[in-house]
């Protein structure tokens, strides 16, 4: 009985504490084209971008933690995904907490990935965000 214990704690700080954190949960494709990965700054805001950005709408993207942690961790969790599908921008990005897996308040984000078309549609500088 007591090995089993043991073995039952050990499992379950082995699940908590190996557990990586802010894995991508969901990415929804919607452009037809894909564009290749890349390593550059993502810029990320909560805002939506002007009418008159041309851009194309890449993917919707949830993220999300399984225990306690930081939320501004996500928004670059956010930012990988979007230079995964060779996105420029995470737009509407947003994070709240929820249970999941072993916590009651684990971190968890989403945002619009998009592909700017027309570099001179979109002013970053005048937009509330980070470039992560």
């Not at 089993?4 to 929804?28: E, W």
């Not at 851009?55 to 996500?74: F, I, T």
């Not at 929820?98 to 549609?121: E, N």
Request: net charge positive.
């Amino acid at each position: 009985m007591k090995k089993t214990l043991v073995l039952v704690a050990a499992v379950m700080i082995a699940a908590i504490f190996g557990c990586s954190s802010h894995q991508v949960a969901d990415a929804t494709r919607s452009a037809l084209k894909k564009y290749p990965a890349h390593s550059k700054k993502v810029f990320v805001t909560e805002s939506r971008l002007p009418v008159s950005a041309k851009v194309e709408l890449l993917a919707e993207l949830k993220a999300g933690d399984v225990w306690y942690g930081k939320s501004d961790n996500l928004l670059e969790s956010l930012a990988d995904g979007a230079r995964q599908l060779g996105g420029d921008a995470v737009v509407e990005a947003r994070t709240w907490r929820q249970p999941s897996g072993f916590s009651w308040a684990a971190p968890f984000g989403s945002g619009k990935i998009v592909k700017v078309i027309d570099a001179g549609s979109v002013n970053f500088s005048e937009l509330k965000g980070e470039w992560e």
